[in-house]
Nanobody, 117 residues
């Protein structure tokens, strides 16, 4: 089982920045994509960003041009750089790993991001 651990969440004022990290020390043999999702209280679970095994990225329209996803060099590691944060970005952010052959998926526990106006 792959254990994903997120960090980097916190409380910031609107316009501020945070960098979320998602790491795992577990070895996994498949080719995998990694993504970030978020869920605000009373709202649906929402896709934020994805980076595939080839480094191609995609973003939700609401975060495009403000957030950047990228992989780290070591093992399973992905980052989400969040700039110009807005109160609407307040949510629990979780990372997700998905093997491209469909053999395995994993979720982290999440890290809370709170943006005040």
């Amino acid at each position: 089982e792959v254990l994903l651990v997120e960090s980097g969440g916190g409380s910031v004022q609107a316009g501020g920045s945070l960098r979320l990290s998602c790491t795992s020390s577990t070895y996994i043999s498949c080719i995998y994509d990694m993504s970030w999702y978020r869920q605000a209280p009373g709202k649906e679970h929402e896709f934020v960003s994805l980076i595939d095994s080839k480094g191609r990225t995609s973003y939700a329209d609401s975060v495009k041009d403000r957030f950047t996803i990228y992989r780290g060099n070591a093992k399973i590691r992905v980052y989400l750089q969040m700039n110009n944060l807005e109160p609407e970005d307040t949510a629990m952010y979780s990372c997700h790993l998905s093997c491209t052959d469909g053999s395995y998926k994993a979720w982290g526990q999440g890290t809370q991001v709170t943006v005040s106006s």
